[in-house]
């Protein structure tokens, strides 16, 4: 091997080697603080939220997802996929407080116990960033612990849906932002509806804009791709 092409491995990540999975133990993140936004009228946002929380639990950090309002339809099935997957992945939990239907969906489930549910999730909220400031996220927590005992990564998926919805405030979510603590990677999903007023609080926002869907052609929730 020429010098120039030992050269081009040495700036290369890992050398050239091909990453190999590793045992999870508990670490700290040295990076984490963010505060990342995800809408969009596509298909993808908690889809990417989700990924996310995986690969940060596979580096030893304790991650949550606090699910607002992921409803559902007919087509839906009780039990979903991401939930299982959770169970078995060490040092990351989540919790739903929304019920299956959509807010102003006309679709039997109704409107005051969606309200209810996203207030909910929104006290909730408060409850663990106040307990992640409590906690000290520059050192590795115990992944098998309740989210009360601090996280490293928060994903409040779906509450900028209910903010667009009209059933927490946008000042409510930018009240979250403010109370999240310095180590604390805070990810916000939801809305098909731009949210202006994260532009300057949030540091990574992303569009995910749908192109072509099948649900256009008449195609339902299908297991292991919708839930």
């Known amino acids: 091997m020429s010098d120039d092409s030992e050269n081009v491995l040495e700036s290369t990540p890992g050398a050239g080697r091909t990453p190999e999975a590793e045992r999870i133990e508990p670490a700290a993140p040295e990076e984490f603080g963010l505060v990342q936004v995800w809408w969009g009228d596509g298909k993808g946002k908690t889809t990417a939220t989700l990924g996310m929380g995986m690969r940060a639990a596979g580096h030893g950090y304790r991650v949550h997802l606090l699910q607002f309002m992921k409803g559902g339809a007919s087509s839906v099935d009780a039990v979903r996929g991401e939930y299982n997957a959770i169970e078995a992945l060490s040092g990351m939990s989540y919790e739903n407080l929304g019920h299956y239907g959509w807010h102003g969906m006309a679709d039997g489930s109704e409107d005051a116990d969606h309200q209810a549910e996203a ?34 990564m928060l994903i409040l998926d779906e509450v900028l849906y209910a903010a667009d919805r009209g059933l927490i405030g946008e000042n409510d979510v930018l009240d979250l932002v403010d109370a999240k603590p310095d180590g604390l990677e805070l990810v916000l999903s939801g809305s098909h509806e731009e949210p ?16 072509k869907h099948p649900i256009e052609d008449g195609q339902r929730a299908r297991q292991g791709t919708e839930y």
């Open 196 to 211: 202006t007023y994260l532009e300057d609080r949030a540091d990574l926002i992303t569009n995910v804009r749908k192109v």
């Open 119 to 152: 207030e909910a999730g929104l006290e909730r909220a408060r409850e663990l960033l106040a307990a992640a400031d409590d906690a000290d996220l520059s050192a590795p927590l115990d992944l098998g612990a309740d989210p009360e005992a601090g996280v490293h």
